[in-house]
């Protein structure tokens, strides 16, 4: 890879200082220069590592504890003959390992994405001619040619501009276009303020402009973000750590088991060394979970499915459970918390009360309301000019998109869009208005006059008039008059002041002002100049901005109930950052005792702080502004150095490092980069931020669910090898052969595990606080339960085994599996909830429970009385009697686990 960073920070350099660095001049260089500059610094694109081979991709899928317990299970299953248990664990694993694999071809895949955003072809002067050449072969030095809607091919430095504009959210987090200028800047300013530059990637919208090629490739700031995503390795996620401990718990006791089995059948009872052996690792087959990869993928998959349900798509697996852990949302402003729209919400009219407009997104519905009650706009006549004007003195376009759904597009300026729809939600429809009137002649927004202006004829009475829309301070220099009434009064001295206080509140609150006016002219004029823009009528002031989404407050207010912290990151300004901040809730409005700590910082003063200092601040800081994609980054990794389980939300390419780092990784998915999305976990499907929230409580469920479903599995576990070896040690035979403790395993472990993953939650899980890092899916807190179930199952067992061993070992062996099944069916009913009774509940309020049930009943009932099977399983019938004694007793269990919930409540 060649070294293709620029060494100079050209922002702080002249257009000639530039120029001379890098030995080009304004009319571009030639071919041959070109051609050696290029075999110096490489193609413009970004470089791929070698993908690896999917074959290699589907054999790291075994790289795991558990599946190495099951393929010594599977081994030794094969040695002593059990081709049923080899078979039902290799098909678990496999089915484990093509889950891993697909997750993973399709995971690292952010590269692939940044390259899309390289366009195809630039716009080139070589030797004073325009060219047009493939955008790879750019190199640092080329003159390019930007203009209205194109995509900037490379980083440059301007030289030369004419009302030019570029859309940088993407790359910034800057919600307004941006208007570039060529001067020379202070060498420590940031990406997002570098006005005389423009980025590989972002978009031009509006006005023209040359530049000089001045990075490309790898030294590009989206080169520097592949590099950045590239060095980011993928670690084991918190889910994978948890069920490999739990497969370590799980494979000790069957260990610990089957030792002491084959111990006290051996040097206790004396048992043939041959007899106890087989038994011994038929034991510890059956107490190594097979079932459990299979009942992780279900609580996973369904978690999964839930969450899609609410918008929240899983791209992989584990990130289900993740979330359930998740502290802190480090969430990007521009496009997660608001609509990544421009939207006007307040006009101000002279000598009027404030008029606040309503609606979300490019939709243009909304109502205006005065003084609390909605008003017509267009039956009050100066309202109705103001909006007259902002349908016509525009050149954008609102489209409705072909999806038969209620969305829509624009073409153009933002801002200039959020104009339209506003005269929309009023009834002036642009077309409707441009067949009345004539455009004769445009004065395109410039950034230096600060102000777009047009010339209409009005085909009615063929009058002529000038509508002018720019910044406030420059409309008023050039007002005389405002109009009241329909009549034109002279502006004084104290409402200019009035309205420039009326703007200053507007800015105060995030919003970007723009004043409106007219001025009518003589039916000869046909041209546009700025000595046209005189003596104007004020017609009034909208203020506009990216508006929270309308669930967000709710959702943030909802999470911090949950005990999780909410933090801002963004490229965008300071004041719009604490705006927006203060709106959703993400921080109060005012604070009630003084902090030493300031309510927002900026990247820039975040770079300036020490590392202790850094790190303190992250702690009790919630808003950052103006941030580079490495600062993003550089807060994820000091979140989770102090010990948070981090989410990280953002849709643009400058979040995609900090996305890839954080341990769930979400990105939107209507507005989301590419690169966005596959630096992710999870996408939104409606890129709402309720959505995340309602994502972390599926996740808590099925954390529940996974440690419900574990439980149940070590409880069964523990009973049977504590039935084993009580009768072993009260000198009894074997109350189960290896044969019957397989089925038990299967038939009556797997299945309602798996159903047990279904499990609805039965609260609101979001009201208590995030469950600790550390905690275990097996914890401390349900050793008693286990202990308490499991020992009453093998009380039973036993008493009934004993109670029918005169009969035969057969018949004594046949009431010891009824209790062990039915024990373990009536546990399932426990396990439905930890916490609350299953009379609360409902016994038939989950259908994947009664299902399982049910099936498992059904194949019980056919092992045990189907002669066939009898003869398989050496089992004999049961009467009736003895049938209904043995399903009284083992219910047990359930009474028990009634009680002990009673208890502990």
């Known amino acids: ?98 889950i891993g694999f697909m997750q993973e071809y399709r995971a690292e895949r952010s590269i692939q994405a940044l390259k899309k955003m390289i ?43 004419k009302n030019f504009r570029t859309v940088e959210a993407s790359l910034t987090g800057e919600s307004f276009p941006i208007d570039k200028n060529i001067k020379a800047l202070p060498e420590k300013t940031s990406v997002a303020d570098c006005r005389n530059m423009v980025w590989m990637g972002t978009f031009v919208a509006g006005g023209h402009a040359k530049a000089v090629v001045c990075a490309t490739g790898v030294g590009t700031q989206i080169g520097k973000l592949a590099l950045d995503i590239e060095k980011i390795k993928r670690v084991k996620g918190h889910f994978e750590k948890k069920t490999d401990d739990l497969a370590i718990q799980m494979g000790v006791i069957a260990v610990i088991g089957a030792s002491l089995i084959f111990l006290i059948g051996f040097f206790v009872r004396d048992f043939e060394f041959t007899e106890i052996l087989l038994f011994t690792i038929a034991s510890l087959v059956s107490g190594i979970p097979e079932g459990l990869p299979a009942v992780l993928i279900i609580v996973l998959a369904i978690g999964a499915h839930r969450m899609a349900k609410r918008n929240a798509i899983i791209r992989t697996l584990s990130a289900t459970e993740t979330l359930g852990v998740v502290n802190v949302i480090l969430t990007d402003k521009t496009g997660t918390l608001t609509e990544n729209t421009m939207n006007v919400e307040k006009i101000i009219l002279p000598d009027e009360n404030e008029i606040t407009v309503s609606g979300e997104g490019w939709i243009p519905r909304g109502d205006f309301h005065q003084n609390e009650d909605i008003i017509f706009p267009l039956e009050n006549p100066n309202l109705a000019k103001l909006l007259h004007i902002a ?58 006059l600060k102000y777009r202006a047009s010339l209409s004829v009005i085909e009615k009475n063929n009058k002529k008039e ?83 989404r309308p669930e967000v407050k709710e959702a943030v207010a909802k999470a911090k109930n949950a005990g999780i912290r909410v933090i801002m990151a963004t490229g965008d300004h300071k004041g719009t950052a604490i705006a927006i901040a203060k709106e959703t809730g993400i921080i109060g409005e005012s604070r009630k005792t003084k902090s030493k700590y300031p309510i927002a910082l900026t990247g820039q003063e975040l770079s300036e702080l020490s590392e202790n200092d850094f790190e303190k601040t992250i702690k009790h800081v919630s808003v950052f502004a103006r941030l580079t994609p490495n600062m993003k980054l550089r807060i994820a990794e000091n979140l989770q150095k102090q010990g948070n389980i981090v989410a990280m939300t953002g849709d643009g390419v400058n979040d995609a490092p900090a996305l890839k780092k954080a341990d769930i ?3 939107m998915g209507i507005i989301g980069t590419d690169v966005a999305r596959e630096s992710s976990e999870i996408v939104l499907a409606d890129d709402n931020f309720a959505s995340i929230i309602n994502a972390i409580e599926e996740g808590r469920t ?64 979001l009201e208590e606080p995030p469950r600790k890092k550390d905690e275990g899916i097996l914890s401390k807190e349900i050793i008693p339960f286990v202990v308490i179930m499991a020992c009453t199952m093998a009380v039973i067992t036993i008493i009934v085994f004993t109670v029918l061993l005169p009969g035969g070992i057969d018949k004594a062996r046949t ?75 083992s219910s047990l269990v359930l009474w028990f686990g009634e009680l002990y919930k009673f208890l502990r409540k």
Not at 152 to 161: F, G, K, M, T, Y
Not at 393 to 422: Q, S, W
């Open 391 to 448: 349908a016509v003195c525009n050149n954008a376009k609102l489209m409705r998109k072909p999806d038969g759904k209620d969305t829509y597009e624009i073409i153009g300026d933002p801002t200039e869009a959020a104009l339209i729809v506003l005269a929309e939600k009023a009834g002036l429809k642009e077309d409707v208005l441009q067949e009345k009137e004539k455009r004769i002649d445009d004065l395109p927004f410039n950034s230096e």
């Open 815 to 889: 009431g010891a599996f009824t209790v062990m099944a039915f024990t373990q069916l009536f546990n399932v009913l426990n396990m439905r909830s930890l916490k609350q009774s299953i009379f609360a509940i409902g016994f038939f309020s989950n259908k994947y429970i009664a299902a399982s049930l049910t099936i498992s009943l059904t194949l019980l009932a056919v092992v045990l009385y189907v002669p066939f099977f009898q003869k398989v399983f050496h089992f004999v019938s049961l009467s009736l009697i003895e049938l209904l004694i043995i399903i009284l007793l």
């Open 665 to 667: 990784g979400i990105s």
């Open 702 to 765: 099925v954390f529940i669910n996974t440690r419900q479903s574990s439980t149940f599995l070590v409880t069964t576990n523990f009973a049977e090898h504590t039935t084993l070896i009580s009768t072993l040690l009260l000198g009894f035979p074997l109350p189960l052969l290896p044969t019957q403790i397989l089925f038990l395993n299967v038939v009556t472990d797997t299945i309602n595990g798996g159903a047990l993953a279904s499990e609805p939650s039965h609260k609101s899980v």
């Open 119 to 161: 366009v195809p072809y630039a716009k080139v002067y070589r030797e004073g001619e325009l060219l047009q050449v493939p955008a790879r072969k750019l190199v640092p030095g080329d003159i390019i040619l930007l203009e209205e809607g194109d995509r900037v091919p490379a980083d440059a430095r301007i030289l030369e501009i």
């Open 466 to 548: 000038i509508y002018v829309i720019g910044a406030p301070e420059e409309i008023l220099s050039h007002s005389l008059y405002f109009l009241e009434n329909e009549e034109h009064k002279k502006l004084d001295e104290k409402q200019r002041e009035n309205i420039l206080s009326q703007v200053e509140s507007l800015t105060n609150n995030a919003m970007r002002v723009l004043a409106l006016a007219y001025l009518e002219v003589p039916g000869d004029m046909n041209n546009l100049t700025e000595n046209s823009i005189n003596y104007l009528v004020f017609a009034g002031i909208v203020g506009m901005m990216d508006s929270p």
């Open 1 to 98: 890879m060649k070294n293709k960073k620029p060494i100079n920070p050209f922002h702080s350099q002249t257009v000639e200082e530039v120029l001379h660095k890098l030995s080009s001049n304004i009319n571009g260089i030639s071919e041959e220069d070109a051609r050696i500059i290029l075999e110096k610094f490489g193609f413009n694109e970004i470089p791929e590592k070698k993908a690896q081979h999917p074959v290699f991709i589907f054999l790291k899928q075994f790289k795991s504890i558990l599946i190495y317990i099951l393929l010594i299970a599977a081994a030794i299953s094969f040695l002593i003959g059990h081709l049923i248990d080899v078979f039902v664990i290799l098909a678990i694993i496999l089915i484990n390992a093509g």
